[in-house]
Every structure is written in C-alpha cells, then in structure tokens.
C-alpha cells in the first residue's frame, strides 16, 4: 500500500493531534478529584440526619415525632437487660414497662376521638420453618389497637417490632429503638385529630429471635389478625442509622408509591429486596410470618449500621446512632399516618398488580416504578444508546480525512475487542486476589478496616480497565490516523455496549436490579445526546461535556458501593466458616464499580505517561497485600469488631440399643466465619479437628451434635469438642415413653412426655425399612417427603407442665417387636449465665479480647425405640 504526499501530511498532522496529550501530573489530581467528590457527597448524604426534636420544646411541634422522648424510653428498656424468650426479663419486665407506657399514652390522648384497646396475648401453635418442624407453647406478645370513634372500618394497619433478644445482649438496636419508635408514633397519633380512615394495630412482637413464633402466633390466632390488610415492618440487623427499606410487597406496587410519597428520609432499593429473598444476606424478619401466613402485604424496613455487633453484648444504648430516633421516627409516624389512611386497604387484593422497582438518590428522593415500566424503559434505553454509539461512530468517520470508513468502523470493532478484554482481565485480576488472600490466610482483611478493599478489589479493577487499553493505544499509535479523543471515546463506546448486554440480560431474567446498568446507560446517552447538538465530539470540550454527565453516576453508584459494604461487610462475620466471602465481596466490587469506572478510567489516556500511572494501581495492590499480613490488616478489632464463636457448654447421653449408657461432657466450639485458624492455632491448636466426629455420624443423628439451628450441621468440619467436667445444667431432661400401641399389623404409635428446658431440639430418625407416617408436631415435612433424620424445634414461656407428643411409625408386619427408630433431644439453656461452672468460665476466659463467644448450656440425649 502507498500514500500520496496530501494523504501523509494529513497523516503527520493527525499524528500530532494524537501526540496533543495533557501533562502527566493531572492524572493523579484527575483521581484525587473524584475520590474528593465521593467524600463530600456520597459519605455526608449517607450519615445525613434531621436535627432531634426534644421534649421541652414539643409545644412548638405539634403532630411532630420528638426522638428524645424515644432516647429515654430506649434507655429505661435497656437497662432490663438480656430479654430471651422465656426469661422473667421479657415474660414480666418488659411487658410491664410496655403496658405502663400504653397506659401513659392513653391518659393523654384525645379520648373523645379515639378508643385505644391493649391486649397482653399468649399463643401457642406449630408450622414449617427453615426445614423443621416448629412449635411453640405461651409466647407473648402486647397488643393495642388504636382507632377513630367515627371510623367504622374493619381494615386495619398492622404495624410490627419485637422487644425480646437474642443471647446476653441488652437489644437496644434489635429491636429496641424501633419498638420504642412505635411508642411514639402511636403517642403523637392519640393526640391529633387529624383523619385516621382505619384503625392501626401496634403489636410489640414478644418472640421473634426464638424463629419468630410471636409474629405466628399473632397473624394465625389473634383476634384481630383477620382484619389486618397491610403491614409496616421494623426491624435491625445492626445498631440504628437510617432504616432501610428492602422489602416490599409482594406484588403490591402501590405501597412503594405511598412510600415515595410520605417518607421524609427514603433509603431503599430493590437489589436489598432481591439480594434478601435470595438468601445472600443471613437474616430473616417476621415480614416472612405475615406474607406466607396472613397473606399481609406489607413494607419491610430495618436498621444495618454498624453490623459488628448485632446479637453481641455490644448492642446497647451508649452504640446506638443518635440520629437514628429522629430520622427513624419521621418516617415511621409518616408512613403511618398515610396507610392508615390509604383506600386501598378496603380491598388490597384489587391493588396486587406485580413487584415494583425502587431506588433512592443519596437519600434526596426516590425514584418508583413498575416492574412492566422497568422492562420498557431498560429496552428503550439500551436502543438509544446503541443508536447514539451509532451516530458518534459515523462521525468519527466523516471527521477522518484519512482512511475510509470501513477502516474506522473496523478499528471501532477492534476496540470493543480489547475493551472487553480489559473488562475480563480486570474481573479476573478482582477474584484472583480473593483467591490469593484466602489461599495464604489473609481472608477478610478488609472486614474491620473496610478501607481495605479500595486496594485489594477496587485497585484491581481499575488496573485491569486501564492498562490493556493503554497498551493498545501506545502499540497503535504510529499505525493509525483516527485521533487520541476518538480513540478514547470507542472504548467508551466499547463499554457501553457491554454493559447494553448486561442491562438486557438481567431484563430477560426477570431481574428488576438491571436498572443499575441502565442508569449507567441512561446518562451516557445523555452525554452523547449533548455532544451531538452542540456538535462537540470533534472539539476540546469532548471531556468536559462526558465528565460532567458522569459525576450524577459516579455520585449513585459510589454511594451504594459505601451503603453495601457498610452493610454487607459486617455479616461477613456470620455468614458460616463454609462461606467464601472473599469471593462475594470481590465480585461485587467488581459488578459495581464497572458501572462507573468504564466511563472515568479511559479519562486517563489523556495524560502523558498513562501506562505508567495507571501501573500504579498494581503497585497499590502489591501494598496493600502487604499490609494485609501486618496488624493493619488484621480484621478483628476487641469490642468492636470481633470474631463470632458459639460455644455450649453439653452433655452428652447416649443410651444403646443393648441397654447400655455411655456419657461425655465437653465445650462443644463452633466458628461462624471462615477465618478461625487464628484462634485454633493458639487456644485451640492441641484440639484434633476429628475426635468428637469420631463414630458418631455414623450412630447418631446429624452427628449426635447439639445444633441449635439446621445450618450449624453444614458447620460441623469446623467445630471443635474438648472433654470437660459435666456442666450444671438448670433442668435435667426426662423423657417418659407414655404408650405403645400398635395401630395395625404394620403400624404403631408412640406417645411421649418430655420435661426439660424450654429450647428444646428433637431429631426423629426412623431406622431401615420404617416411615414416620404421623405425628403431632407440624405436618409439612411429612407431606413434602423431606429425608430422615427430622429436625423439630420446640420453645415454651414460664410452660411448668412436662411436653406430650406422639409418633406413628409404619413398619415391616414381621417386625413387631422393634426397634424402629432413634428419638434425640437437645436442650439449650440460653439466659442461665448463672449455671455455668468455674471450669467453663475459665474456658471461656482463654478466648482472646478479639473473639465474642455467645455461650450456653445444652444437653444431648438420645434413645432407641
């Protein structure tokens, strides 16, 4: 091929347009910009609070949440201390201080317009949950119903917290604050007069740690469950900030739009919803009590700030946010007051039009659609921007004087190749060092320093989006005419076409979040739409115009990267030692900054000496690996970010089948995140890993181990026993096979009284050639033909009388004499700190300042019928 002498000039004068780069020191302000940008918006927006309302200046507010009034119920509720289900403190105590302050509230309130009616409800019933079969016997729960004397309505608003706890914490956070917060909504309600179309039911929710058998036993045996049509949930996962909403519905839009509307404060987004009901988040709330067994639509809101201790000791009043009472309360009182007034709970089922699609902006507002309008927009969008795309690349054609437009579209077509080899390439360096971190026993570095991850997974997707291209420009640079902006604004274009595919795959898997890529989409289009009218592509304002229509996005997304990992990082912790948070978090990171970095990382190539800095984000890596094996990067902090531990105090009985007895006592150990090797390569490190294993999976069922929950049994490679002296146990456990009666030929049946605790764990294992064919407990894993051994959870409250159950087993007609199955009863002693012996205080005492041990008594017994 040969050029003419007009064809090289034009070619010597695009290639000084290419050499026309700015100067080295302006990528590293250009970075620091951004970063600046992030910290004076996305983190302020987030820790942004309304100024508390206090009580001495109530007259000035009238109809208004006061949050020092909550402050100061929350501080008398958490001064009673741990309040299990079961325990004097939640059975009496706080019943009595929440009676006390209904009883307050209604000698205040505008008696001539409303009837306030208080309930203390004790329910017992069974149903499914989790793969057990679950019972439970005199639970709790106070109940008031607040409504207009000239209402006559039958639909109620059931509003919902729950003020027991789990194991040795206070709850000021879970539950707390949000039970206090329905004390003043309900307070500030009985005072008005403004319209209240339905009455509204506030139900102090007595046992939602205990498998949230409260929430059952109000939506299935209370009296005024029936009437309810809609529900405001409010729960934590941490210790207060702004609630978040993460679950609405089901497939009631119209709920979302009377959240747009009313909420002061909205923070909510639907990738929590779809990341909840996806099991990514450890969790659960009584919002899954009332959809499946009430059929209540409803709103799901809940506290995640400072996650670390959630159901710890250190969920107490001094750690709670102090901005959490007003921001909370506003959005409490306002959802409220506009449900209760919302016409469609006269016929809820009239309103059920399918899922919505939801989103704040840094907290100013919020956006809600439907999920119909969800697909039309995310098409509409990703068409427009590949027809943008379009229109840029053809004029990038008539704007070159040298080669033909096929050349052009065909180097276009070249760097999409590139670019979605920099987008692998950065993924794949993202994961890698997850890998690494957990390979070498680094693993969750970043899980009390969270600043952390900006090096180990952020730097990596910056390196690996920056340096391919980069390289490609520098290699192409003396090889072709087409202009350095040009160049730079096909990898975007590149980019952009990836994430079209991405937005369009996720709207083809009916995945409502694909409108994380289409914003990204959305303002990128917006930015060509721009250059177009003014016709800028071709001019030096090229950058200015695309770098100001990214910094709405940049502002979006970096502002959910610091909500989720503020979020997501604390229950790294208690996700299991089976989990691979390292991964989780890496991909996520991942996911999310290629939203925004695609379009702000190719700003790079610009500068002179581009390779070279944008190689510092490797250099950053390296640095920060470092740092991880030093105690910078060690990831648990004493009080306030410590490593989880079970640790049971149990005895063991096992009574064989040729009469015999056999016992053993020990501290049974359990992680619940991945890296423990830490504490078994010090406290622990005499401890086989298999010794109590040791025949007993073979013999008992799920191990002959004391799980409190099905989950600890995928633990269990992780757990450690070390033999001890017998605990203390409050109660022993009796059980008293009451009759045998053979039905049929084939069939018997077992009735049974047990008296133990009041946390008791069943494991029922039918031998061969037997089936369970009824019993008295919930029926669900028999009808779904759930596989042997099954786990049957049972809870009592201040229950002195002994427990009666019974079994029908079907078996060969020619085994008439047995045995036909195995019966194993664990029992756990939660709120006994009392009991504990001097050997296992001390024991308790060897774990190191930044471990947290949530500790108990359980027996194991087993029998063969």
Not at 4 to 30: H, L, N, Q
Not at 148 to 159: E, H, I, T
Not at 329 to 354: R, S
Not at 466 to 474: E, H, K, R, V
Request: hydrophobic share 45%.
């Amino acid at each position: 091929m040969s050029f003419s002498s007009v064809d090289i000039a034009s070619g010597e004068k695009a290639s000084k347009k290419r050499g026309d780069k700015w100067p080295w020191y302006g990528a590293p302000i250009f970075c620091v910009i951004w970063f600046t940008l992030f910290y004076v918006a996305a983190i302020p927006s987030f820790f942004s609070y309304p100024k508390m309302l206090y009580v001495r200046d109530e007259a000035n507010h009238p109809g208004e949440f006061i949050g020092e009034r909550a402050m100061i119920q929350l501080a008398e509720y958490s001064s009673i201390g741990n309040k299990m289900v079961g325990s004097i403190n939640n059975e009496v105590h706080v019943v009595n201080f929440l009676k006390r302050e209904v009883e307050r509230i209604v000698e205040q309130s505008r008696t001539d317009l409303y009837d306030i009616d208080l309930e203390v409800q004790y329910a017992s019933g069974s149903f499914y949950l989790w793969d057990a079969a679950t019972s439970y016997d005199n639970v709790s729960n106070v109940v008031v119903r607040l409504s207009r004397k000239d209402s006559p309505s039958d639909n109620y608003l059931l509003v919902n917290s729950h003020y027991d706890s789990e194991v040795k914490t206070p709850a000021a956070g879970d539950d707390g604050v949000m039970v206090v917060i329905m004390l003043e909504t309900l307070r500030v309600m009985t005072q008005s007069d403004r319209p209240l179309a339905h009455p509204v039911v506030f139900l102090f929710n007595g046992a939602e740690e205990a498998n949230m058998l409260g929430a059952h036993g109000f939506i299935t045996k209370h009296k005024w469950a029936k009437n309810c049509k809609a529900l405001i949930n409010l729960d934590s996962t941490g210790s207060g900030g702004r609630e978040v909403l993460f679950q609405t519905g089901p497939n009631h839009p119209w709920l979302m739009n009377y959240y747009q509307k009313h909420a002061p404060h909205p923070f909510s987004i639907t990738l929590g919803e779809e990341l909840f009901q996806n099991n990514f988040i450890p969790s659960d709330t009584d919002f899954r009590i009332f959809r499946d067994f009430g059929n209540v639509p409803g709103l799901d809101m809940a506290h995640a700030l400072n996650g670390y201790v959630y159901h710890t000791k250190y969920d107490n009043f001094k750690n709670l946010a102090r901005g959490t009472y007003q921001s909370t309360g506003e959005n409490v009182l306002a959802l409220t007051w506009a449900l209760a007034n919302a016409p469609e709970l006269d016929d809820t089922a009239a309103h059920e039009e399918g899922h919505a699609v939801f989103f704040d902006y840094l907290g100013w507002f919020i956006v809600v659609y439907t999920e119909s309008a969800s697909i039309a927009i995310n098409i509409v969008v990703s068409l427009a921007a590949l027809i943008c795309i379009g229109i840029s690349v053809y004029f990038m054609t008539k704007d070159n004087v040298v080669d033909a437009p096929k050349a052009v579209i065909l180097r276009f077509g070249t760097i999409c190749l590139v670019q979605l080899g920099a987008v692998i390439i950065a993924w794949g360096l993202t994961l890698l060092v997850a890998v690494f971190m957990r390979a070498v026993g680094l693993g969750e570095s970043w899980y009390y320093g969270i600043w952390m991850t900006f090096g180990l997974y952020f730097c990596p997707m910056f390196l690996g989006l920056g340096l391919l291209p980069a390289f490609y420009i520098g290699w192409t640079k003396r090889k072709t005419y087409m202009k350095l902006n040009h160049t730079i604004a096909c990898f975007m274009h590149a980019h952009c076409i990836l994430i079209v595919f991405l937005c369009l795959l996720l709207t083809g898997l009916g995945i409502r979040s694909a409108f994380f890529p289409m914003i990204a989409l959305f303002f990128y289009t917006v930015s060509l739409i721009v250059q177009f009218i003014l016709r800028l592509t071709i001019k030096k304002c090229f950058f200015t115009v695309h770098i100001l229509c990214q910094i709405l996005p940049f502002f979006f997304y970096t502002y959910l990267m610091y909500v989720f990992l503020l979020v997501f990082v604390p229950m790294q912790g208690r996700d299991g030692p089976d989990s691979k948070p390292d991964m989780l978090l890496a991909a996520f990171i991942a996911l999310m900054t290629m939203h925004f970095a695609g379009f702000i990382v190719p700003v790079l190539h610009k500068f002179h000496k581009s390779k070279t800095f944008i190689s510092m984000f490797g250099v950053l890596i390296i640095v920060f690996i470092i740092l991880a094996a030093t105690p910078a990067g060690f990831p648990f902090k004493k009080d306030v970010a410590a490593q989880r531990y079970y640790v049971l105090h149990t005895q063991r009985t096992l009574h064989k089948s040729d009469g015999t007895t056999t016992q053993e006592t020990g501290f049974y150990i359990q992680p619940v995140d991945t890296r423990y090797s830490e504490l078994y390569d010090t406290t622990l490190k005499n401890v086989e890993p298999e010794i109590w294993l040791k025949n007993n999976c073979a013999e008992e069922p799920y191990c002959g181990l004391p799980l409190y929950s099905g989950r600890w049994l995928n633990w269990k490679d992780s757990a450690r026993w070390i033999y001890s002296s017998a605990p203390a146990l409050p109660v022993a456990t009796e059980l008293t096979e009451v009759s045998r009666q053979s039905i049929s030929l084939s069939k018997k049946r077992f009735e049974f009284s047990l008296k133990a605790g009041d946390r008791i764990v069943m494991y029922v294992d039918p031998l061969e050639n037997v089936k369970i064919t009824n019993w008295s407990f919930d029926e669900t894993i028999l009808v779904d033909g759930h596989t042997a051994p099954y786990f049957v959870y049972h809870v009592t409250s201040l229950v002195t009388e002994p427990y009666n159950f019974w079994l029908e087993f079907e078996h060969d007609a020619a085994n008439t004499d047995g045995p036909y199955f195995k019966l194993a009863v664990s029992v756990h002693f939660l709120y006994h700190p009392e009991h504990y012996t001097p050997e296992f205080r001390e024991f308790l005492s060897t774990f190191p300042d930044w471990t947290y041990t949530t500790d108990w008594l359980a027996s194991y017994e087993s029998w063969i019928f």
